[in-house]
């Protein structure tokens, strides 16, 4: 079921940037940390960064670590992941996440998911 929506998603040419934004569902206030996810056809589900709501500290995957940046609205509680420098490894479904459990890589530890918004990169 959806509790997060995703949007911000296209399709641009390598070397291009994308912002993606998350709104949250009402889960601002009890959800311990967010995550971006992404999913390419035939592989599994991978974490690419993680935003701890309460103490704004953030982490990426070596894969776009120093070109995407995971960030939250003071004023709305939306998440974004700004997109760098972007590959066409970079093309997959990307996932908004959140737990009420500190922040992790593995995709089981998130009982909130998006819908998806998908990327694609020529």
């Known amino acids: 079921h959806v509790q997060l929506v995703e949007s911000g998603g296209g399709s641009v040419q390598a070397g291009g940037s994308l912002r993606l934004s998350c709104a949250d569902s009402g889960l601002t206030f009890s959800t311990h940390c967010m995550g971006w996810f992404r999913q390419a056809p035939g592989k599994e589900r991978e974490a690419i960064a993680t935003?701890?709501?309460?103490?704004?500290?953030?982490g990426y995957s070596d894969s776009v670590k120093g070109r995407f940046t995971i960030s939250q609205d003071n004023a709305d509680s939306t998440i974004y992941l700004q997109m760098n420098l972007l590959k066409s490894e970079d093309t997959a479904m990307y996932y908004c996440?959140?737990?009420?459990?500190?922040?992790?890589?593995?995709?089981?530890?998130?009982?909130?998911w998006g819908q998806g918004t998908q990327v694609t990169v020529s």
């Open positions: 935003l701890n709501r309460r103490v704004y500290r953030s």
């Open positions: 996440a959140a737990t009420h459990r500190g922040c992790n890589w593995s995709p089981s530890e998130y009982p909130y």
